[in-house]
């Protein structure tokens, strides 16, 4: 049973390229969250996603940056005209469709996409 | 509002002895969630252990335990005969009704042989 599947593992952009950032969440999972971790700090909470539903966007920066998650395929994760300052590892994690006390319990991470901007 | 504050940058300790990672947290949820990740130098984010609010005992996994003291808001990481493997950034986290998790700035624990 696969984890969940970030890719690409690196991803390297000149400034003002876009950035797609894609997820695939565990089998039978239908909640998936993006973090974000400048160097030297935590991860920050961008977005939470259900099928087909945005649920909570609240750390998503207000320009560039959008996410989807399809009926089918992987959740994406698209950067617009990227800056330096986007320089970071993005983080997915995803969750079942289990009531929240367990859900959080089950909450299983990628391995990342270290994303650099030149 | 949530927060999560890791007052230690960094740790040494000696392999086999049991270290403390220090986590308070603060959140106005009634009932919410605090977790421990190991973030190891090539990245991935692994899950160690889980404590939640009602929580009656405090959680163990193996050699991690949570010392979780409510009244205090504290619920610190304790790892036991640590091993060389065990050198890594540690985060400690929360989680509410909201269903997002907060991360505090992280803990480096280099065990020493």
């Known amino acids: 049973n696969a984890g969940v599947m970030q890719n690409p593992r690196h991803l390297v952009r000149r400034r003002g390229q876009e950035a797609r950032l894609r997820c695939s969440p565990m089998k039978g999972h239908s909640h998936v969250y993006w973090y974000r971790q400048l160097p030297e700090e935590g991860l920050k909470f961008m977005v939470y996603?259900?099928?087909?539903?945005?649920?909570?966007e609240s750390g998503m920066p207000k320009e560039r940056f959008s996410a989807e998650f399809p009926k089918e395929g992987p959740s994406i994760l698209r950067i617009q005209q990227v800056v330096r300052g986007d320089s970071a590892a993005y983080f997915c994690a995803s969750s079942p469709p289990a009531s929240l006390g367990t859900s959080m319990k089950k909450l299983f991470f990628g391995s990342g996409t270290q994303l650099s901007v030149l | 509002a949530q927060k999560i504050t890791q007052t230690q940058p960094g740790m040494f300790v000696q392999e086999k002895e049991a270290v403390t990672l220090d986590c308070t947290y603060d959140t106005s949820d009634p009932s919410y969630g605090l977790f421990w990740y190991k973030q190891p130098s090539s990245g991935e984010m692994i899950f160690l252990i889980y404590?939640?609010?009602?929580?009656?005992q405090n959680a163990t996994e193996g050699r991690y335990s949570l010392n979780f003291q409510k009244a205090r808001k504290s619920a610190n990481l304790v790892i036991s005969a640590s091993q060389l493997g065990d050198s890594a950034m540690y985060f400690c986290a929360t989680g509410g009704a909201t269903n997002k998790l907060i991360f505090g700035t992280g803990t480096l624990l280099a065990v020493q042989p």
């Open positions: 996603l259900q099928k087909e539903n945005i649920i909570d």
């Open positions: 404590q939640g609010s009602y929580d009656q």
